[in-house]
Each structure stands twice: as structure tokens, then as C-alpha cells.
């Protein structure tokens, strides 16, 4: 062998041809869709197509409430998380399985179950309208919590992996020394599952990112209060193809630019 | 008293139910099979598992007592641990992970670096812990686990992630520096080596219980239940050796194969390496002596014979072999014993 960094390549047996044409068939079905993006964008008129002052109103609002969801997942889903990885209590499994209904619901459905509980008329919602006033739909509040609502479940299922995998002996050693819970969980568990609260945040921030059934239902369509870069995609079809799909290549652009930097979960990369 | 417990705990149908006390300044070896229950004693006197029944003291402190109520938790407790494979904090350096005991509980950082330079690990501090070879993560657990002053050390299988050659090594040091540290200290394992010694005292677990308890010497000359009979049996000499000659406490020398230890060495002596004979033996065994036989006793299909010495020895031979030698109390014999057949610790 000449060199001893680069493994040989291992002989294997071909794979089957019937799963090969499949999996190509997989991946063209995948790739097209995005090619066809790619291609029919208007490259040359790109600037002034993402410069008009609708766009760059609903790609500033998208950040600011995208990160502010992404925020608010990783504020109330990290305790969430904690609890449902370390502490045994009934209906343990109940709840776990409510965390994931987000994901599994229709996101126009998402949105009008947020109506029913903080609508102005909803569970939650007559008191804060009657009692703060304090309106959530059809603000950009609003749209953070249709976005947080969504996102919120992959932190969850990221974070609550990562506590389970760690050994709960450096928890135990911590205790051990004399480290009180709170300076356990800061101190010992936090940096150990630093990682994966990144691309839980990460995942979280991007899932809120492309947000549209929940916003769009919950807190409406208006430019500039709640119209976020999907929802102007959507709206920018009727008038221009151009300006939709130049919008939407700066969505493929993100979601990409985040898979990349997740590159060592999720594609198999280590490092 | 570093610790005094009666240890009562339920799992499934497995009940643990155990007695144990460790002295200040005492080695105390908690010798059990995988499954005996070795790591619920651990676990329990540290803070880290609740008793079902009975009570645990530490130092003059009731830390555990369900009848009373009392359930003290691990960070109260001051009693330190050392992890089997460590469980060193891997995002923390070497000092880090030293001071965070002294830094949760309030205690100055001195005591760290005072345990870091003890342990001769204190050129480490800047170090992480995947940068570390095993005999010194071991080192550094310990150094941490005492930073924090504990009233009672605890050390699970202390020497069980070691390989063999860093594993006598550490065996060596470890008793040493464990005499620097003048509170009581409870080890588990499952190597009846580590055992014999570091400690001063076995007691030994089987099934979720004592099944034999008593100083290091005893448990291993008169191993009571067959699991320890397996394991030991063996005479435990203490001396001083020099190229290859061990000059025993209490008198008498043996030759012995490895030259490479010197100092205060630990000899074992498996029963079956000795051979006994009416006439003065002719062969390649470097040991022969002539001495009297001050005991008999019968174990299983052997007669364990005891030698007056010096050393004080004990042979293991056939009943056959006893009535062929005439061996009867006070009767006069002679011992071969080959310098292969004894193994020599650092003590």
C-alpha cells in the first residue's frame, strides 16, 4: 500500500437491478422539481426581482420571526425535552406523542387548531383579547407562534435524543461533587448536548423558515404585518411567475445552506 | 466511622441485603461476582439510588434512613466517587475537572491542586480528557473525587478499564496514594487481585449478601464459599524483595521468578503449587524448606495442610497424598514450593 491515510476501496456486489432503477427513478423525482426551479429562474433579473420593496419586506420578516420562533421552541422545548428524557411521570408516553402531532398535522389544520385556543373568540385567547388586549391573530406575534407551533417538535425530538445518548454517570459524577441540579444541568449536561441543541435549533429555525399552511391560516396573508417569504411566493404566482420563483430559490438557497452546515448528522459526513 | 450501613434494596425479585462499615483509614474491598449486587451498595451509599430499608451514616451523619425519613442527596452527601471507566467530564480540561468539586461546594481550588500534584497528573491540567492515557484518567477521577474533601471515597472497579501492564502499575500506586488520604475508602470489584491488594478488609458479596467478611489475609487463606475458594486460596505474604528473593515479614525468604519488582511486595501462594515430601526433595524447584505441620483441615476433595514455616504456608494435596506421607500434627515434612508458581505485587 502506498498510503496508509486512504482506505481501499471495498469490492462489493452490485445491487439488484430492479432496486437500482427505483432509486434512480427516487432520486430524479427529488432532483427534477429543484432543477426545474433552477432553470426557469430568471437569473438576470434576479436583483431587482428580490429588491422590490415587497420582497425584501417579506424576506425581513421571515428572518425576524423565524428566529424569534426558533428562539421560542428552544426556550420552552428544552425544559420540555429534559422532562420527557429524565423524569418518569404518568402519561409520560401521551405527551411525548402530543409533542410530535405537529409534524404529522396538516399545517392548515395546525393553524386553525391555534385559532380554537388563541383566536379572539378561542380557549386562551378571549382572556388575553378581554383581560391585556391582546390579539394574536393576523399580527406578526402571530406568525411566530403558527412558526414556533411547527418547529417546535424537531428541537424536541433532537434535544431529547441527545439526552438520552448521554452516559448519565458525568450527571452523576457531577452530582456527586457536590454540583446542585441547577449547576448539573448548566454545567455538565448543556455543554454535552450543545451539538445536537444546535441542529435542533437549527432544523427548528429552518422548518419555521417555510412555515406557510399554520401562517397563513392563523394569522392571515398581510404584507408587511404576516406576509413571510412563502406566503409571498404564494401570493406573487397570481400576478408574477418570475418574482414567485425567484423568492423561491432564496428558500431553496436556505434550506440548503442549513442541511450543509448539518452536514455531519444528517448526510452522513463526520466532519 | 467513615461509613455504616445496613443496605436493604427490592428489584424485581433480586433483594439486596447487605451490612457493611469502613473505618477512617481503612481499605475496605467489596469482592462479589458481576450481578451480586456490588454496584447497588456503591450506588446507594453515594446518594445515587434510595434504600428500601435500613440506614447508611456517613461520617456522623444519617444519610439514608426510610423508616425515619431521612434521604440526603448525592450533592450533600461528601462522599466521592471514582467512576469505573471514570466519567470525566470530556469538555472540560484536566483543571476543570479537578476544581469543579471545590467550585459546587464553595471549597477552595487549593485542595485541586494540592490533589493534582499529590497524583503527579498536575503537568496534565491543561489537557482534556481524550488526551489522556488510561493509568492517568485514573489519576485525574481520583484527583477529582478527593478535591472535594470526602468523608468516604468510593471506587467502582477502580482498576477494570486498565490493560494489563498499566493495571500493575496503577495497582502499585494506588494503594500508596490511597494511604495519603486519611478517610475511609470502599472499593468494589470483581478481581479477588485488587482485593487482596489494596484492601485492608473483604467483605465479600454473593446473591445480595455477606457471605464472608474479614481481614485481607483471612478471606484469603480461608475462603468460606466456593466462589471464593475458585478465586483464592491462596497464602498472602507480605515482604520486601530484592533480586529476586522476597525476605517475608515474620521471617523467611522465597526465590521468585520476577526480578523486576523491588520494595514492599505482596507474594501469593496458591496452595496446589506446593509440594510436600518425607525425604529432602531432588528437582528444579528453587524453594525447599523443612518445617511442621501445625494444622489439617479437609475443603471439597483436598486436605489443606498448614506449614509452620517460616513462611507460614498452606498446602493443598489429595487425602491419598496425606495418608501415603503420614502427614498427622506436629508431623515433620518437607516443602518445595517453584519460583514460577508465586506471583509478586507492588504493594
Redesign the interface.
Known sequence: MTSTTAEPRRRQAPAPGVVLVLAIVALAFLGLPLIGLLLAAPWGQMTELLTTPAALEALRLSLVTSILAAALAVVLGLPLAWLIARREFPGRNIVRGLVLIPLVLPPVVGGVTLLTAFGRRGLVGQYLFDWFGIQLPFSTAGVVLAEAFVAMPFLVITVEGALRSI?P??E??????????S?VLL??TA??IAPSLVAGALLAWARALGEFGATITFAGNFPGVTQTLPLAVYSALEVSREEAIALSVVLLGISFAVLVSLRGRFLGGRG | MSVSARIVTRVGSFTLDASITCAPGETVALLGPNGAGKSTVLRTIAGLQSLSAGCITVGDTVVDDPAAGVFVPAERRRVGVVFQDYALFPHMTVRENVEFGPRSTGLPVTAARHWLEVLGVAHLADRRPPQLSGGQSQRVALARALATEPHLLLMDEPLAALDAATRMEVRGHLRHHLAEYRQGTLLVTHDPLDALVLADRIVVLEDGRVTQEGTTAQVAAQPRTDYLAALLGVTLLRGRATGGVVACEGGGRLVVSDTTVSEEVIALVRPQAISLHRERPEGSARNTWHTTVTGLEVQGDQVRVSLAGPPPLVAAVTPAAVADLGITLGAEVWASLKATDISVHPA
Open positions: 452516559d454517570r458525568f452523576e459524577a457531577a452530582r456527586t461533587l457536590g454540583a446542585k441540579p449547576r454545567r455538565v455543554p454535552l
